[in-house]
């Protein structure tokens, strides 16, 4: 019952501190399904050409992010901003409700609770929570535009849309990488939700132990750094277009990333949970 | 009738000693001041009693129930520890409510009753981010109070406060005595204290140097404290 009353009032407070966040996940869908649905006019001639699931494989295609024969080559370090933006987003999004909650009259919340692991796991439910409405909004956002672009609806990749992915010059994927029958980005949307929400989970006990920035800068270098390889076990590889198994057979298939989310969510609400239960808590307020 | 004990506190925080060796105790229908300067272990005291830190040694009991291994917190206590701090976006109503929503079974009429009874408008449309020191100070004061807790915690309530902030403290007090709730007041201000509370303990540097329990005609005080042997 009460982890029922700290959820609620979390959802109305986060809610409103959060909107700025989910304003800007749907105006960043949008942008970047416009810069999809540019390159279709571009490449193809046709803005309408590229489905739904072309322009959301596009939007999440991703050059490893230090490709060091490119480097020595002469080339730049290349890094796909596009891709990078709606995770440094979605990683602060919930970096600063949590923690300033913990102060004044949250602290009031956490003793009127009557168990510190009450709140621990309402405060968690709340980032998963959050963390799908983002999404939600996100991929809203691109959904709009390719609607207004006159796309089809349909979350199926095409071999056309793939090529001009292809060509483009920032994909992973090799070129004689076969598409899976039937390739959908609707697996690799629950990909991306399920293992961000496993690592908005790491970042809030690392925020709530130690510090926000320090929490952010783990979780995004993690993120960066588990793209360098491809492996089953980096979650950041379930991010990206090229290596999902849902869209290419050599990709990493989705039950193995989202067992492995699983564990590491439990583990980082257990371990977060055991160190926030003897935590010293202010109690009074403080100025952000 | 409910007990509230605290035996051998010790706590260190960054190798600073914060609390050695106290103990106190209150029960039901009595005040218990702390006093003493700042930094002597009033708040860290506090923190202790109410579950947000626990100790290093010793423990901190609630009709028998230990904190931190039977019980995380006190149940229905109400707080004020250090400055008051409150949701800026919302009115003294609003964030009440937010407080009674958790504590449960507290009427919008309870709520405008306490804010009118620390002395604020419960019909101010103000933000919060717009109130005086003084007011915030009111307004923690009546979310401390507010449900009729069993146990209230008040530290330095009288801060940012104007005279009228002795008859508050008077009121207070009379009404947690009155209604068999247990008090527990922190403050440097000895003579406000010694107007409420019916024992007063003295610390410095995180020990009990002085106690003293009311008599019932208390004889005037210097320095808080006197006629009563250091401990």
């Known amino acids: 019952m009460m982890f029922a009353k700290l959820l609620a009032r979390d959802i109305r407070l986060g809610f409103v501190r959060l909107l700025p966040y989910y304003i800007g996940a749907v105006l960043l869908g949008a942008v970047l399904g416009f810069g999809a649905v540019a390159l279709s006019k571009v490449a193809i001639g046709d803005a309408a050409a590229f489905t739904l699931g072309d322009i959301v494989a596009e939007t999440f295609d991703h050059p490893v992010p230090i490709d060091w024969w490119r480097v020595m080559q002469g080339r730049p370090v290349s890094l796909s901003f596009e891709w990078v933006l709606p995770f440094a987003l979605f990683f602060a999004c919930t970096l600063d409700y949590p923690r300033q909650d913990t102060f004044g009259v949250g602290a009031k919340s956490i003793a009127l609770s009557g168990s510190r692991w009450s709140w621990w796991l309402a405060k968690s439910a709340w980032c998963v929570a959050s963390s799908l409405l983002f999404w939600a909004l996100f991929f809203f956002g691109i959904a709009f535009v390719a609607f207004m672009a006159g796309s089809n609806m349909t979350l199926e990749v095409t071999v056309e849309g793939l090529n001009v992915i292809r060509s483009d010059g920032s994909s992973i994927l090799a070129a004689d990488q076969e598409l899976g029958a039937g390739a959908n980005v609707g697996l690799f949307i629950i990909s991306i939700v399920g293992v961000t929400c496993c690592l908005q989970l790491v970042q809030f006990s690392i925020s709530m132990l130690v510090e926000r920035i320090p929490a952010y800068a783990v979780v995004m270098s993690y993120l960066l750094l588990s793209c360098m390889f491809q492996h089953v076990l980096l979650l950041g590889n379930y991010l990206i277009t090229g290596r999902h198994k849902g869209l290419f057979l050599e990709g990493v298939p989705l039950n193995v990333g989202l067992s492995e989310c699983l564990v590491v969510a439990w583990l980082a609400v257990a371990i977060g949970g055991i160190f926030f239960s003897r935590q010293l808590l202010s109690g009074g307020g403080r100025n952000e | ?231």
């Open chain 2, 1 to 231: 009738m409910n007990r509230l004990v605290v035996q051998g506190a010790e706590k260190t925080v960054r190798g600073i000693k914060v609390l050695d060796g106290v103990s106190v105790s209150c029960e039901s229908g009595r005040v218990l001041g702390l006093c003493g300067a700042n930094g002597s272990g009033k708040t860290m005291l506090m923190r202790a009693m109410t579950g947000l830190m626990y100790l290093d040694k010793g423990f901190v009991e609630y009709n028998g129930r230990r904190l931190g291994r039977d019980l995380d917190f006190i149940p229905r206590a109400g707080m004020l520890i250090e400055n008051p701090a409150f949701l800026d976006r919302y009115t003294a109503f609003e964030n009440l409510q937010y407080i009674a929503a958790l504590i449960g079974g507290v009427a919008d009429e309870a709520i405008r009753s306490r804010i009118a009874y620390v002395g604020l408008d419960p019909r101010d449309k103000r933000k919060y981010r717009q109130f005086s020191l003084g007011m915030k100070q009111r307004l923690g004061i009546a979310a401390a109070i507010l449900g009729n807790p069993d146990a209230v915690f008040l530290d330095e309530p009288t801060n940012a406060l104007d005279e009228s902030g002795y008859g508050l403290m008077d009121r207070i007090a009379r009404d947690i005595k009155t209604r068999g709730a247990i008090g527990i007041i922190a403050s440097h201000d000895a003579a406000m204290l010694r107007r409420v509370a019916d024992e007063i303990v003295r610390m410095e540097d995180g020990h009990i140097i002085q106690r003293q329990r009311r008599a019932v005609s208390p004889a005037p005080m210097q320095n808080g404290l006197e006629g009563v042997p250091k401990v």
